[in-house]
């Protein structure tokens, strides 16, 4: 979605020469639990290849354990679901979270459009006239 910010970015820079590089803005940036969620996934993939790989064997090489427990065989049991939940469902599931599409422009500091406030994109005329109003001042 930063394309989006740099469109419009391009657009008023052109529209308004005066203004180049007092335009800034972008994505808002990721909450916190979301960067969160996406590494203990990344940990997820990386134990769940392991198990691909090393099987039942693995669970006898963990202190304490005598094989594999119920919910391990649940997921052997059915490995299509199982795969599909944890590389694509699970997945898109924490990405939706992070790509909103939305963006902000700001000029000298102070916020010209929020597309999170307004839940959707500006138009060229509204740009144009929001620029026009504040090179009046």
Request: net charge neutral.
């Amino acid at each position: 979605m930063q394309r989006n910010y740099l469109t419009v970015k391009q657009f008023l820079e052109n529209e308004f020469p005066e203004l180049r590089g007092k335009i800034d803005g972008g994505n808002p940036p990721i909450p916190p639990h979301v960067v969160l969620q996406q590494q203990i996934l990344s940990i997820i993939h990386m134990i769940a290849v392991a198990f691909i790989f090393l099987g039942d064997t693995l669970w006898n090489m963990i202190p304490f354990m005598n094989g594999p427990p119920r919910w391990y065989q649940a997921c052997k049991a059915y490995p299509m679901q199982t795969f599909l939940a944890l590389f694509f469902f699970i997945p898109t599931l924490i990405q939706s979270q992070v790509t909103t599409g939305a963006f902000e422009i700001l000029c000298d500091g102070d916020v010209m459009f929020s597309k999170i406030e307004s839940g959707r994109f500006p138009n060229g005329p509204e740009l144009v006239e929001m620029f026009q109003g504040l090179l009046k001042k």
